[in-house]
């Protein structure tokens, strides 16, 4: 049986597979292994994302450990991270060394969408790049395969996610410093309160307790606020530097 042949009959057994709603699990596993011995690759992998762009599916074949740990650590290292801050979709790498290795990803599209990707890994000779028409029917296909078996969902374009990474990363701040804040401001609002309604108290001196008590419940709605961000904007604070606009006031900062 001749090599295209072979690719004709891996992609028909997936969308065989993906008509009968398959477990794409199962289907993938079988034809990236597959796919793997066809085209010479040492490892390959599928990921399937979830919420928060999360793998919710990994499916992945490898000849050795060591390869699976390379192909990982690709992915973990290289992909991953330029996906979430460049957008990346598709990639063909080479990598020098003893012996070299070349690597692809390739993503996993369905209805305009991206809701995955495939990657894989070549140790020795590169031919890879000759191969890419199969590998991104292949790819292709997984994609719908995951759409049949009702894995896939509406997710957010690689700008939506980064926004919504970087609303996250300001919620978790905002609660990080609402907690130690807050442990700091009690005691202190508690003590100011004592002694503007104690006995004794002088007119200037209640005046600037109300002003300490004023100001720390500032602090407090600043805070709630800021937990309150639901775009990532900014504005020009000073020169370059740049600050986050806060939702207006409202009942809920004062709880």
């Known amino acids: ?8 009959e891996i992609l028909r057994q997936l969308a065989m597979a993906g008509a009968a709603g398959e477990d794409v699990t ?15 690759l040492s490892a390959a992998a599928l990921y399937l994302w979830g919420k928060k762009g999360k793998p919710a599916v990994n499916v992945a074949f490898a000849e050795t450990e060591t390869e699976q740990e390379h192909l990982q650590s690709l992915e973990d290292d290289l992909f991953s991270a330029l996906r979430n801050e460049r957008q990346l979709e598709s990639a063909y790498m080479s ?20 809701h995955g990707a495939v990657i894989g890994l070549q140790t020795g000779e590169r031919t890879i790049v000759s191969e890419n028409i199969f590998l991104e029917a292949l790819s292709a296909l997984l994609a719908l395969n995951s759409a049949a078996a ?26 990080t410093a609402n907690h130690e804040i807050n442990n700091a401001l009690t005691p202190i609002l508690g003590i ?3 002694l503007r309604t104690g006995p004794g108290v002088t007119p200037d001196m209640k005046e600037k307790l109300q002003k300490i008590e004023s100001s720390a419940d500032r602090i407090r709605s600043v805070l709630q606020r800021l937990m309150r961000v639901d775009k990532p904007d900014s504005v020009v604070y000073y020169d370059n530097i740049k600050m986050i606009p806060l939702p207006p006031e409202d009942e809920r900062d004062d709880q």
């Open 1 to 8: 049986m001749s090599n295209d042949t072979h690719k004709y």
């Open 26 to 40: 199962y289907s993938a596993e079988a034809a990236l292994k597959q796919a793997a011995e066809l085209v010479g």
């Open 95 to 114: 990598f020098a060394g003893d012996p070299p290795r070349h690597s692809f990803t390739l993503p996993l599209r369905y209805q305009g969408q991206v």
């Open 150 to 175: 009702g894995l896939t969902q509406k997710l957010p374009t690689g700008r939506q996610a980064l926004d919504q990474a970087k609303v996250e990363g300001i919620h978790q701040t905002a609660v």
């Open 192 to 194: 100011a309160n004592l």
